[in-house]
């Protein structure tokens, strides 16, 4: 009962999420979930049953938050269209910037100036600040130009994130390569995300892209892990030229790793 907010005291949780209000809400629900994982997960049955009725309550808490009548009115003498679509970025998990301007509102603090309908109306709902297509300067935004041109692979890391997430006991990223798959299985061993926590599974898919973490070096990675050599990595690797790697290729790749992606131990 500790892991569910409210439940300690008979209180319905739409009562608890009333008095804290959804974001607040959402951010609980979470906390007490990757807690329950660190301590009392043993992945049972019964414990994935939980887990699941866990995230399942921080998804609808979530989904409540952004489910807004059609004219806003959470600020005075600000009325915005909210029935387009709101939530995260397409691009990683920041949210949009006309979901994040909601959310301004719907907290308290409203920018006191009036926004002009054009003003409005540029507020995006497909990006956040970082990745819209235009900068104010009307210049190309660089950072969607490179977003764009991986939104595949940050799709496909996404889907291996929550995949192995959704089910740690054993490697099932499905990636279609056991390596790979050993990879995110060990990777995940560290880590309490949940499959509700989208914002976080999408930030990390981003910034696996962006740093360049190939399948390759997962296997490296995992590999080193595992007790090999960086010799006996590159003997079981294959360069782009389909030759074994180099000890001096291995070094180099693993060397460029960014810290957060290393397995621990």
Excluded at 50 to 55: K, S
Aim: overall charge positive; proline content about 3%.
């Amino acid at each position: 009962m500790g892991f569910v907010p409210g439940a300690g005291r008979e209180m319905r949780y739409s009562e608890v999420t009333r008095l804290l209000g959804f974001d607040i809400m959402v951010r609980v629900q979470r906390q007490l979930l990757r807690h329950f994982l660190k301590t009392r997960d043993k992945h049972t049955s019964r414990d994935k049953c939980f887990i699941a009725t866990l995230e399942s309550l921080a998804d609808l808490i979530f989904f409540c938050m952004y489910k807004q009548p059609k004219n806003s009115t959470a600020a005075a003498d600000i009325n915005l269209n909210t029935q387009r679509r709101q939530g995260f970025c397409e691009f990683c998990g920041n949210l949009t910037e006309l979901s994040s301007f909601i959310e301004t509102l719907m907290t308290g603090k409203p920018n006191n100036i009036e926004l002009t309908e054009e003003i409005k109306f540029e507020l995006s709902h497909k990006y956040c600040t970082e990745h819209r297509p235009q900068l104010m300067s009307g210049e190309w935004n660089p950072a969607y130009k490179q977003a764009k041109r991986s939104l595949t692979q940050f799709n496909v890391e996404l889907r291996r994130l929550s995949l192995q997430c959704a089910l740690r006991a054993i490697p099932n990223a499905q990636s279609g390569d056991q390596l790979v798959d050993a990879y995110f299985f060990q990777y995940m061993l560290s880590q309490t995300l949940s499959p509700s926590d989208k914002a976080e599974l999408r930030n990390l898919a981003r910034l696996m892209v962006d740093s360049k973490l190939s399948d390759n070096k997962k296997k490296m990675l995992v590999l080193q892990k595992f007790g090999f050599s960086q010799y006996e990595i590159g003997q079981k690797l294959l360069s782009r030229k389909q030759l074994p790697m180099t000890r001096q290729a291995v070094s180099k790749a693993l060397s460029a790793i960014r810290k957060p992606f290393l397995l621990s131990g």
